[in-house]
């Protein structure tokens, strides 16, 4: 069974633009959550979509958004990029909510 | 963002050696995740604990989740190379949501 994916892997944007960034979770897995992760403040979360209903954000501005299609296939959106928005973006799915959550490779966003 | 307290920050040990590391919370969950990454990857998981007091392996890894689910313990016995890495906690609250707050990790070195 194949396994988290990401895309893309890396991106390198300049401060004010905006960024989507892709998840597909493993088959059949409904849940998807996104988390950052920074040296300074180590993994956070930010959402998690369960049949494409956003069911719990954490500490983060609104320029962080998300979505979740009918196939659990997610987007995350960064708008107005700043600075200490690089980072690496984690995304994992669980079967449904509160299973084991299983990770992609992130997807690094370095902001210049 | 609040994270969980883990012990010791790094570890530099030798091949063979047994490790224990643990982690605290001042709240309590009802689900204690540990998983491991290495660099540029992401996190990937190793024991799931679900009731307090419960203690269960993984091969040479065995976790605890401590009675008064505010910590739980991870050992891994006889090290070898690959074990290098970065092992992180995560407490859970599930049936309600499935963000998952994590510790500050566990860098482990071993040498041969």
């Known amino acids: 069974k194949a396994g988290v994916t990401q895309t893309p892997r890396y991106l390198i944007k300049t401060r004010g633009q905006q960024v989507t960034l892709s998840c597909s979770p493993i088959?059949?897995?409904?849940?998807v959550s996104w988390y950052q992760q920074t040296p300074g403040q180590g993994l956070q979360f930010l959402f998690e979509?369960?049949?494409?209903?956003?069911?719990n954000k954490g500490n983060f501005p609104g320029r962080f958004s998300g979505r979740q299609f009918s196939n659990s296939r997610s987007e995350m959106n960064v708008s107005t990029l700043e600075l200490g928005d690089s980072a690496l973006y984690l995304c994992?799915?669980?079967?449904?909510?509160?299973?084991?959550?299983?990770f992609g490779p992130g997807t690094r966003l370095t902001v210049l | 963002g609040q994270q969980l307290n883990q012990s010791p920050q790094s570890m530099f040990i030798q091949e063979g050696e047994d490790v224990s590391m643990n982690c605290t919370s001042s709240?309590?969950?009802?689900?204690w995740l540990w998983y491991k990454q290495d660099p540029g990857e992401g996190p990937v998981l190793l024991i799931a604990?679900?009731?307090?007091?419960e203690l269960t392996s993984n091969g040479r890894l065995t976790a605890q989740f401590g009675i008064t689910r505010k910590d739980s313990f991870l050992n891994i016995s006889a090290s070898i190379p690959s074990d290098v890495g970065i092992y992180f906690c995560?407490?859970?609250?599930?049936?309600?949501?499935?963000?998952?707050?994590f510790g500050t990790g566990t860098r482990l070195q071993v040498t041969l």
């Open positions: 994992a799915s669980s079967f449904t909510r509160g299973n084991e959550q299983f």
């Open positions: 088959s059949g897995h409904r849940s």
């Open positions: 979509y369960f049949s494409e209903t956003q069911r």
């Open positions: 709240s309590i969950f009802n689900t």
């Open positions: 604990l679900y009731k307090a007091g």
């Open positions: 995560a407490g859970g609250i599930t049936g309600t949501a499935s963000k998952l707050t």
